[in-house]
């Protein structure tokens, strides 16, 4: 399975572009607009203003529909000073801490182990593996597995190759399985021990995780080329979120 990313919401431009000109009290040189979707008024001002306004402000993408349902423009003036704050390293850049991103990701127990190095700036909650490891059958589809080989002659000539990886993925499912009917009749903690420590890291969960701009600079920048497809499909979610060139620079630095 591919990582699987979900409920995107992003937020949190209008007091970032405040914060980011209280160094120079340059606040009246904003050029910014900000629409309420909580009001049919603020929607339509919105439709009116991207169809008027392109000259003033830089746009998201066509009709400004993008990741997240971000409907804020950015005018050229605070566009270029975000973009300059943006290339002056960490200390200028500290605006980009102020854009929320929420959203749910899916995704193998081996890319949540690397996911986790990025702390500071991320909160994530995690369906629980100890708790409801037992709560559904174990199935295929809940584990990564498309580059699993699955001719059983993949691995002739090779010890111990009389299987092919698939097989012993899937004996491994039937196993998950066993010890998850022994658990529930019996409740008996030993065969919960057996689900836990036979559980492949190619196991998908689910998190729902807070993050900014700032942390997905860090990521997008450490592993953009990464030689995991799962965080290449993370880094191509980054480069479609609003703006998302604040974070990826362009890849020019």
Known sequence: ??????????????????????????????????????????????????????EQV????????????????IGQEDYMLLMNMSKGGSEES???RMIHVQLDITAPLYWWKEFDTYKVGTVSNSCSTMRSIHEKEFAPEDFSSEHLLSDPGCLAGFA?????????????????????????KTNDKQYWWQM?????????????IDLNYEVLRSQYRERKNHKLDEWRQYCDFIRGLPYSEFIT?????
């Open 196 to 208: 836990i420590q036979l559980l492949p890291s190619s196991y998908n969960q689910r998190r729902t």
């Open 160 to 184: 111990g190759g009389d299987r092919s990886p698939a097989e012993v993925l899937q004996l491994t499912i039937d196993m998950l399985n066993t010890t998850r009917s022994a658990f529930l």
């Open 94 to 96: 500290k605006w980009r």
């Open 58 to 73: 830089k746009l998201p993408m066509a009709e400004g529909e993008r990741l997240g349902s971000v409907r804020d423009l």
């Open 1 to 54: 399975m591919s990582i699987k990313i979900e409920n995107v919401e992003v937020f949190g431009w209008e007091a970032a572009i405040r914060g980011a000109r209280n160094l120079m009290n340059s606040w009246k040189e904003s050029d910014s607009r900000f629409f309420d979707f909580g009001s049919s008024e603020g929607a339509a001002e919105y439709k009116h203003f991207h169809t008027l306004g392109k």
């Open 249 to 253: 620079l362009r890849d020019t630095v």
